[in-house]
């Protein structure tokens, strides 16, 4: 009987990787990240404050429905609407090392540690955003699905 009540238990705990800094995950043959990191459920409120705010910093690139914000970026496209055209998995994989999408791309890679330059060394190891903040975001970004409206420019 106890064998039982343990797998049960111990089904139900996060991943263990997720005590390290940067979570397991599995790229699948059709380019996306399919499960949430560490098993996360993401909170768009909390998505839209890191996508707002310096820890993600992704306004300096990137235009957003934020109107409180006054500066948006233009080098990375706006993120209006991005949730109608892209999916969870999708998402995941551009936030966790967009360079797998764009070998070329100025995005940084916000859950990937190797194989990088110029890092400080106490950041060293550290990814730039947590399991629980990707998966936020990208609740966040799931709720654009609407086009900027058209008198609204970069």
């Known amino acids: 009987m106890l064998a039982p009540l343990f797998v049960i238990a111990f089904a139900s705990r996060p991943a263990a990787a997720c005590g390290h800094p940067v979570a397991a995950y599995e790229v699948s043959e059709g380019g996306v990240i399919e499960r949430p990191l560490c098993g996360l ?5 909390r998505g839209r404050a890191v996508v707002a705010g310096r820890r993600g910093n992704c306004l300096a690139c990137h235009a957003a429905p934020i109107p409180e914000e006054p500066f948006h970026g233009t080098i990375g496209p706006p993120l209006h609407g991005v949730g109608a055209v892209f999916s969870a998995g999708e998402l995941r994989l ?3 090392d967009s360079t797998r999408v764009n070998r070329a791309t100025v995005m940084p890679p916000f859950h990937r540690v190797e194989g990088l330059r110029g890092v400080r060394r106490d950041r ?3 990814p730039i955003l ?3 903040e990707i998966e936020d975001v990208i609740a966040y970004l799931l709720t654009l699905t609407e086009d900027a409206p058209a008198d609204e420019t970069r």
Do not use: Y
């Open 94 to 96: 551009r936030l966790v």
């Open 130 to 132: 947590s399991a629980r």
């Open 41 to 45: 459920a993401g909170d768009a409120e």
């Open 124 to 126: 060293a190891g550290q």
